[in-house]
């Protein structure tokens, strides 16, 4: 599948960090990962430095799928409200999965610093604005259930929104807990760790066929090798339908752009994170070197060839948007791309074992929290092989109850 338009901005501004070779022998491991943006890698380095035994494989060069088109938001909310995710898994489940959610926030900032810290990690907070009038209520919902389990959220009038921005809102939730980062750097030194502790990584290297048994899988390659594995990981984000039969997502087109630098931003909330209720919503954030950033107008549809054709209209689209925000900021397109990405009916992701696949873990961050998910996905699936359980598994698992 083709998963990316346009010119998407990370992969620009780091240029190639890192290489690896195709496979082109027999690997033996414990756990073959398959996928190597985000999710495979953050799966990979949790594994590695369990001790475990890795090979990591992508049919492309690493990094340059979905991850490479991320705007890289980080936020414990899902796209899901909590009031409503509550009426679809239960309040207990619902209040659980959010929690994981703001839990993943602290462990990226660890890796990050585990790591050496040069991924544009920044901790920061949101500001979710009423697009409508009518949407104030579901927001105010949010509030006090929000509020009622421990999460940091303060409420914002129109009068305090018009006094600290030019945004349109009629009202707005002020989250202190957010953060952002450069998913496509932060990548490319968790494969780099993962590495140093052992794992074998293999780019441009498709897989063909696969052989699933109660004793392990057995992988064959284009180029006709082998890899024999106790586990296998599929981490191949929304390319999972070789591996997965199942429909279980609405396959979605999203577009974003990021402006010439700035030194300044007048009428942008502080430095915060910014999204809205309408759907389909935009947000926006900025980066290291001064640039605005804004994403959304989702369409239902990934056909990339309709998805290029759109990628113009969708751009001067945000644009627009933009300047109604921020009219004070001229907005200067310096790049614009679009994406595929996924939509669960609830807004979780799917993480674990699949009843019918044996030995065989997913790890599908699929929504607008794909980097949260996919922190979570490595947790689970580090704990599931490692020790043979996870006590947050059940709350992602494929069959997980719904009133949908």
Not at 85 to 108: D, P, Q, T, W
Not at 137 to 142: A, D, F, K, Q, V
Not at 225 to 245: K, N, Q, S
Not at 349 to 373: K, V
Request: charged content about 25%; overall charge positive.
């Amino acid at each position: 599948m083709d998963l990316i338009s346009g010119t998407p901005f990370w992969p620009l501004t780091n240029g190639l960090i890192a290489s690896y070779p195709a496979l082109d022998t027999g690997e033996e491991c414990e756990v073959a990962v398959l996928g190597a943006g985000i999710s495979g890698a953050l799966v990979a380095w949790h594994l590695a430095e369990a001790g475990s035994d890795v090979v990591v494989v992508d049919q492309r060069d690493v990094v340059t799928g979905s991850t490479a088109a991320s705007t890289c938001l980080l936020q414990y909310e899902v796209d899901t409200p909590l009031h409503r995710l509550v009426k679809l898994v239960g309040e207990s489940h619902a209040v659980r999965a959010y929690r994981a959610c703001h839990a993943a926030l602290n462990r990226i900032a660890a890796v990050d610093r585990k790591l050496g810290g040069n991924h544009g990690f920044k901790r920061t907070e949101s500001l979710q604005g009423a697009s409508r009038d009518r949407h104030l209520p579901g927001l105010r919902r949010e509030l006090e259930l929000q509020r009622r389990y421990g999460f940091a959220v303060d409420w914002w009038s129109r009068t305090q929104v018009t006094r600290c921005s030019t945004l349109p809102y009629s009202a707005a939730l002020l989250v202190h807990d957010a953060a952002q980062i450069d998913a496509h750097r932060f990548t490319h030194s968790l494969l780099h760790a993962a590495r140093a502790r052992g794992s074998r990584i293999y780019d441009r290297t498709r897989i063909t066929g696969r052989t699933s048994t109660a004793r392990g899988i057995t992988l064959r390659t284009e180029r006709g090798r082998i890899i024999r594995a106790r586990h296998l990981v599929v981490a191949t984000g929304y390319e999972t339908a070789p591996y997965l039969a199942d429909s279980l997502t609405t396959l979605v087109s999203t577009f974003a752009l990021v402006t010439e630098p700035r030194d300044k931003f007048p009428g942008w909330p502080g430095e915060r994170l910014i999204w809205e209720t309408a759907r389909p919503y935009v947000y926006l954030r900025q980066t290291e070197d001064g640039r605005a950033m804004i994403g959304g107008y989702d369409e239902p549809n990934c056909d990339p060839s309709r998805r290029t054709e759109m990628l113009p209209r969708k751009t001067a689209q945000l644009a627009r948007r933009f300047h109604q925000l921020l009219p004070k900021v001229r907005c200067e397109t310096a790049y614009s791309w679009a994406g595929t990405f996924a939509e669960t009916p609830d807004g979780l992701p799917y993480i674990g074992l699949h009843p019918s696949r044996p030995n065989t873990y997913f790890a599908l961050g699929y929504g607008g929290n794909g980097i949260t998910f996919s922190v979570i996905a490595a947790e689970i699936i580090r704990d599931l092989i490692c020790e043979g359980t996870s006590r947050d598994a059940e709350l992602f698992r494929f069959d997980r109850p719904s009133v949908l």
